[in-house]
Structure formats: structure tokens, C-alpha cells
């Protein structure tokens, strides 16, 4: 299961749904005609990814002056339930952003620096992993400590099953990551790597002397009002929920069951495109860390896109940039997108349709970073046409 960016799973687009035409909608307010008219080329976007092959689509849109939800295509393939906005699905490596939060709490209540070593702080970190030198918090949130990606250490067999049989917990990826070299070279290079995310898990456990699931509940989730958000292990027959698929030699196979990412740091929160929407409004109203701690995350330290856990966008309104969570596995592609003010929020994600991994078919790849391009410039020229341009 490799990655270049955030993907512990993948997926690509093909085959049409005949429902993919059917939506729901969940408007807590009745939009304007000029906020419906900036609202119809997302619309046909989101038809687009349906008629190509999507098994569904949710998406959620705020501005000062409304908001605006809809659900596309249905939640399984077998009992074509219609897809509901408030929907819940795995929003992978929105996950770490979320997680970056929590890290920069401790930060803020002095429990670490930014800059501090963790190597004798995060249990087994310099037995299992050998790093090269001191390695900071900031360097693992900004993924520029050069620690190996955890995805390249395990099995590349085509049938991915038994692998996603086996919870990939915090110590274990540790582990596997340790099989890896780690060069003096790499450290201080943005390189994208999964690990980095276990790491900080760990941290976060060691200094709140407390499992990552409960801190993440109560720094995090309760805090910000995310009622719809977990990090538990969910399984097929759950309801409001979004199915995943991918293919194996031409089988069908249900990938929903999160058992291999239950419970990460890196990827293994469940939420909806509502709680995402409020996670990133709180945050960047400045209702989740101090302002010494929001303003180092959105500094870039090693990639121009990339501060502490969050991507940049620019912003068609704006001198400031947006910013992003982004999230992508085989079944699944996940953006959330918010102004730098937090009043502006875009949230999607679409359940891709059954294909092969790229273990079986190494364009599946490329197929699944269009969709997820796609999808980030299509809510990022939304909230274009919603905002009012700067004077």
C-alpha cells in the first residue's frame, strides 16, 4: 500500500450507477438566487463524477450568509440505499490534521516545544526507528524528518485482504517502519510519510498519560461540537454509513470494514462532510489552539503547500491563503477546505467506484489523484464564486 501523499488505500473511476442521478439535500437555510446561481457549476461537477462511474457523492457548502448540503448516487451497491448528507464515511488523512490539533495543544499547555527532540520521549522511537539525529515535533507534523513511509514496509501482494485483516496500530507501524533505512540526507526534506503521524500518536499518549482515542475525544472531537466523529472500528452493517469498494481479479470486494485503520493517528477517523465543515470553522476561528499555535500551523516549514498537518490553497478572494484537510484511500477521496477567517467551509467526499488497487493495476493510481485534484479545485472555485473579492 504506497503513498506519495496521503493515501493509505486507493481507488480509481469507472462504471456509471443507474441511481447516480438521485439527491437529497439537508439546507438548514433557503440560499439566495446569486448563492444558487455560484452553487450550479459544483452541481454539474458532482453530477459529472456520478456519471462517470462514482458510487456516491456528499458535499457540504458554508458561507456567512447560508449553507448547503447534498448527498449523491447511494450508501452500498447491494441494497442501494440512497446517500444521505449527514452520512458518515472514513475520512483517511484528514484524520492527521485533526491529530496535528491535538500535538499542538500540547504545545500550548507546555507539555513540549515545537522544537524539542522527541527521540527520548515517544516510547521504542529511537530503538525501533534509528533516526539519524534529533528529530522535532515540527519536523514530524510538517513531514520533513525523513522517517521511512510504514506503507513501504508492508506486504505488495495483489490480494490485500490479509493485510487489511490486521489492525496496523501505532506501535506496530513503528515497527515495520524500523525495517527501513532512515539517511541523514532526508531529514529537513518535505517527504509525506504516514509514519511521522504514528509517532505523534505515541506523543500525544506518553504526555497526556491517556489512550490517543479519549485524548482526540476530548481535545478535539467534543470541543469543536463534532458529534458525528470517532475513531472506533466500524463494520459493514453499521447504518449511515458510506461503503467503500475496490476489485480483486474482477471480484466485488466490500472494503468498509476499518479494522486495518480503526483507531489511527494518520487515517482512521470516521466523520461526516457536516463535522468536517465545523472542525475546520472552529479551528481557524481560532477556537481550537492559542494564535501562536494557529499561526505555526500555517507556516511552512520545508513545502511551499504544506505547514503543520494542513495543505494551502490559494484564495480567488483573498491575499491569504486557504486552507486544507485532504484524505485518500482506495474507495474513498476526501476534501475539506476552509478560509483563512474560518467563515468560509467546503467539504466532500466521493466513494470512488470498484477497481483494482494499483497492486493490480498501477493506473488505478493516477485515475484516483485526478478525481482528488478534481475534487479540491472544484470546492476551491465554489468558494470563489460564494466570497466577496478583497477592495
Request: glycine residues 8%.
Amino acid at each position: 500500500m504506497s503513498s506519495k501523499d496521503s493515501t493509505w488505500r486507493r481507488a480509481a473511476f469507472a462504471l456509471v450507477l443507474a441511481v447516480s442521478g438521485c439527491t437529497y439535500s439537508t439546507d438548514e437555510t433557503t440560499p439566495s438566487p446569486s448563492s444558487l446561481e455560484a452553487l450550479a457549476p459544483l452541481q454539474r461537477q458532482i453530477q459529472m463524477f456520478m456519471d462517470q462511474g462514482a458510487v456516491a457523492a456528499v458535499v457540504q457548502i458554508r458561507w456567512p450568509d447560508g449553507e448547503w448540503s447534498r448527498a449523491y448516487g447511494v450508501r452500498d451497491l447491494d441494497t442501494k440505499t440512497p446517500a444521505q448528507p449527514t452520512d458518515r464515511v472514513q475520512i483517511a488523512s484528514v484524520t492527521k490534521t485533526m491529530t496535528a490539533v491535538a500535538v499542538l495543544k500540547l504545545v500550548d499547555d507546555n507539555l513540549i516545544g515545537l522544537d524539542d527532540p522527541v527521540n527520548d520521549v515517544i516510547p521504542e522511537f529511537t530503538a525501533a526507528l534509528k533516526p539519524p539525529g534529533p528529530i522535532s515535533v515540527r519536523q514530524l507534523l510538517s513531514h520533513t524528518s525523513g522517517m521511512p513511509e510504514v506503507n513501504h514496509a508492508l506486504p505488495r501482494d495483489v490480494d490485500f485482504r490479509p493485510v487489511l485483516s490486521r489492525p496496523l496500530t501505532m506501535e506496530r507501524g513503528i515497527q515495520l517502519a524500523g525495517t527501513l533505512p532512515w539517511t541523514a540526507s532526508s531529514v529537513g526534506s518535505f517527504a509525506y510519510s504516514n509514519t511521522n503521524y504514528l509517532a505523534l500518536g505515541l506523543l500525544i499518549q506518553t504526555l497526556r498519560h491517556k489512550p490517543f482515542a479519549q485524548v482526540m475525544n476530548e481535545e478535539v472531537f467534543e470541543p469543536l461540537g463534532l458529534k458525528n466523529t470517532s475513531l472506533d472500528r466500524i463494520g459493514p452493517h453499521e447504518t449511515g454509513l458510506l461503503h467503500g469498494y475496490v476489485t480483486l481479479r474482477g471480484e466485488r470486494i466490500d472494503t468498509t470494514d476499518n479494522t486495518f485503520m480503526a483507531g489511527s493517528p494518520g487515517g482512521g477517523a470516521v466523520s461526516t462532510v457536516e463535522d468536517m465543515n465545523l472542525f475546520m470553522a472552529g479551528l481557524f476561528q481560532g477556537r481550537a489552539l492559542s494564535a501562536a499555535s494557529l499561526r505555526e500551523m500555517k507556516t511552512t516549514p520545508g513545502f511551499a503547500p504544506y505547514g503543520l498537518g494542513i495543505w494551502e490553497h490559494a484564495d480567488g478572494c483573498s491575499i491569504k491563503s486557504r486552507h486544507e484537510a485532504r484524505g485518500s484511500f482506495w474507495d474513498y477521496q476526501t476534501v475539506a477546505v476552509s478560509s483563512d477567517d474560518g467563515r468560509y467551509q467546503a467539504a466532500m467526499t466521493v466513494t470512488t467506484p470498484p477497481m483494482p488497487t494499483e497492486l493490480e493495476d498501477e493506473s488505478s493510481e493516477d485515475r484516483r489523484e485526478l478525481l482528488d485534484g478534481q475534487i479540491e479545485s472544484t470546492l476551491n472555485e465554489t468558494l470563489d464564486r460564494l466570497c466577496e473579492p478583497a477592495r
